[in-house]
């Protein structure tokens, strides 16, 4: 299925409807053909991996074709509309950014009143929570392209999600207050930050409610650098600890109470510790927000208990698949989705490295507990975390190196510092601190849940310090990371040694792919203005508080830190390729191009010239300068507007963002 989903992502011009309804009606038969000829071996592996192709391409079709939005394309002032906050989200500026559904438009231009999903800046400090019903006077803008077609594709998941528009709000009333779950989510906040300290509340806050908008920029910072940012965001590491502390507790509760009252021998005491941690997970997944991260997670855990219930093996590839199918059945575009595949790359190599060696690994940690006892075990602990972290590591970092263009050495070493402490310490203690407030709450539980997170700040800060600990990566191939994860597939489930081989080939060979790929080195914006030049080692860009975001992409792309950053103060300024000619405002444009002359006499005047303006046109309508013809003028404004949004300069020749775009319904 995934493959089927990455085809059709992958396509230069959109598919027809007719073609695609033939594709699923194809599918559809050859369901029924699978159906009636199961027990034909040699018929059905093959036919199920057609199917399953067949099914992931359609159903991403039928996705894209039904959501349909009503993509703005100008700019809108000063519009205004009731709505509903369905999520909020905080930038690393601390501005929040708020998904709204539109029910009412109030006063609005005719063709903006289709709109019905929009995300808004907010610069205010105002407590806005998912559920709130909001009056707001907002403006709306279009949604940019990709700072180039190396960076991650933002306007095609905004497609998926059905947004439509960007902007900023400018006032917002409350018309009615939030739902349930979030005024608890609220009051839960507020709790936490009342009975635990500056720097641990936020954490705490992101572990349980999923607000993570109160972190600092440094501690959050920390975490990245030492391979620990996945514990800031709930996934499936914390719907596994919370289904397991539950599993464990009912577990033994109910053995406790079979001391004291004759319960039936065959009571099914693992079913019903189940079915408890399925009930305790989906409360938990309420509270933290039902984040996408979440929801995947989830339905990872709903499946290993229903796979307890029944009686299966909970931990295995099979329950692995029909996970991946539900996600891919319900939620398609999570394909491309960061967190999906740092998850699903982590959740098959443990599980088929589990499934391999797990009888020799239960073997060994046996011998061990039954030689040392109690050191035995603790030994037996720390060796299992360090596998799963040598494993977990080695599987997500070419994803690392592939999205967010750096890595960490120390990933194993955070893991093996931070994990007990988050399994045995931090985790039960916020559940007891949650146990607590039906009593009003227990200062002690509190206090010895705000040590545990201290803790764990401080060796995520040790961690951070040590060399090695973020190291800046270039973007690779657009190949590289599919070809990277149907290696994986292939090495984690091939069922003989020639097949595993294959996908350690495969994985090889992307990465390859990295030492063949060329970027480029020359940028400028969508909105032109900003420009960024590569001349190592720094990056010269101008100065644009607009395109910010846009130029930090461009460094993020070719691997360079962000301390290498440096500003062009001229006006003309000299790269060794071209000469760069920056016009900042429209009304300073004539006056720049009066000293253009000028400006040319000490360098050569016949290297080509680049600008962000509409230079063409205002030199040879300019009556004090004098155009000449040997110098060649490459690009300006004129020829971005037309031959396409960003200008791309790479091994001396030069394309516009145009010749990469595709005919695709997020690219209109």
Request: hydrophobic share 45%; aromatic share 14%; glycine share 6%.
């Amino acid at each position: 299925m995934g493959l089927g989903i990455l085809c059709y992502l992958g396509l230069e011009n959109e598919p027809t409807f007719y073609i695609m309804c033939c594709a699923t009606l194809f599918t559809f038969t050859l369901s029924i053909f699978i159906f009636y000829y199961r027990q034909n071996i040699n018929f059905f592996i093959p036919s199920i991996c057609i199917l399953f192709f067949s099914f992931g391409f359609t159903r991403i079709y039928w996705e894209t074709y039904f959501s349909n939005p009503n993509l703005i394309k100008t700019f809108e002032k000063n519009v205004t509309f009731n709505a509903e906050v369905i999520h909020s989200d905080f930038t690393s500026q601390k501005i929040p950014r708020y998904t709204l559904k539109i029910h009412q438009w109030i006063q609005s231009p005719e063709q903006v009143k289709k709109i019905k999903k929009v995300r808004l800046k907010f610069s205010k400090r105002q407590d806005l929570q998912p559920g709130d019903i909001i009056e707001c006077l907002a403006s709306l803008t279009p949604i940019g392209e990709p700072a180039s077609p190396w960076s991650h594709n933002f306007k095609r998941d905004l497609f998926f999600q059905g947004i439509e528009a960007l902007g900023s709000m400018k006032n917002c009333t409350i018309l009615k207050s939030y739902s349930t779950f979030q005024r608890i989510r609220s009051s839960l906040n507020h709790t936490l930050q009342k009975k635990l300290s500056f720097a641990t509340a936020p954490i705490a806050m992101a572990l349980i409610t999923g607000e993570k908008s109160k972190i600092e920029s440094s501690i959050r910072e920390d975490y990245v650098k030492s391979g620990l940012a996945h514990v800031l965001a709930i996934s499936g590491l914390h719907m596994g600890l919370i289904a397991s502390l539950i599993f464990f507790v009912v577990k033994r509760g109910i053995g406790i109470l079979h001391l004291f009252y004759a319960l039936p021998y065959t009571f099914p005491l693992k079913k019903v510790a189940a079915i408890s941690s399925i009930g305790f997970t989906f409360l938990y997944l309420m509270i933290s927000g039902m984040g996408i991260p979440a929801l995947r997670s989830f339905c990872m855990t709903l499946i290993l208990m229903i796979g307890i219930v029944v009686s299966r093996n909970p931990i295995s590839l099979r329950s692995l698949t029909f996970a991946a199918i539900f996600i891919f059945l319900f939620f398609p575009s999570a394909l491309f989705s960061v967190s999906f595949q740092l998850s699903f790359a982590a959740v098959i190599a443990l599980v088929s490295a589990y499934e391999k060696g797990s009888s020799r690994l239960i073997s060994w940690f046996y011998q061990l507990i039954d030689k040392r006892g109690i050191v035995g075990k603790i030994y037996a602990f720390i060796m299992s975390i360090v596998l799963s972290s040598i494993i977990a590591t080695m599987s997500t970092t070419p994803i690392s190196m592939a999205v967010f263009n750096q890595f960490t050495l120390h990933s194993i070493t955070g893991n093996i510092l931070v994990l007990p402490l988050l399994s045995f310490w931090i985790m039960p203690s916020i559940l007891l601190c949650m146990l607590s407030l039906l009593w009003g709450g227990s200062d002690f539980i509190f206090k010895f849940c705000d040590y545990g997170i201290q803790y764990m700040n401080h060796a995520a800060s040790w961690v951070s310090q040590l060399p090695g600990s973020e190291i800046n990566i270039a973007s690779p191939h657009m190949c590289f990371l599919p070809l990277y994860f149907i290696g994986l597939c292939i090495l984690c489930i091939g069922p003989h040694r020639n097949m595993r081989l294959i996908g350690c080939l495969l994985i090889l060979s992307s990465g390859a792919m990295h030492y063949f790929h060329t970027l480029p080195i020359g940028y400028i914006s969508q909105d032109r203005a900003s420009m960024g030049f590569y001349e190592h080692p720094y990056f010269y860009t101008t100065h644009s508080k607009r395109s910010e975001f846009t130029t930090q992409q461009w460094i993020q792309n070719l691997g360079i830190p962000l301390k290498l950053k440096r500003e062009i103060t001229t006006p003309l300024w000299k790269w060794k390729y071209f000469h760069i000619l920056i016009l900042p405002t429209y009304r300073k444009q004539q006056e720049v191009l009066d000293r253009y002359p000028n400006l040319l006499e000490n360098s050569n005047q016949y290297l080509p010239l680049i600008s962000n303006g509409y230079v063409k046109k205002k030199l040879k309508t300019s009556k004090k300068t004098k155009f000449k013809r040997n110098h060649m003028l490459i690009v300006d404004a004129e020829d971005l507007k037309s031959k396409g949004s960003a200008f791309i300069f790479s091994n001396g020749d030069i394309q516009f963002s145009n010749e990469f775009k595709k005919n695709r319904p997020w690219d209109f």
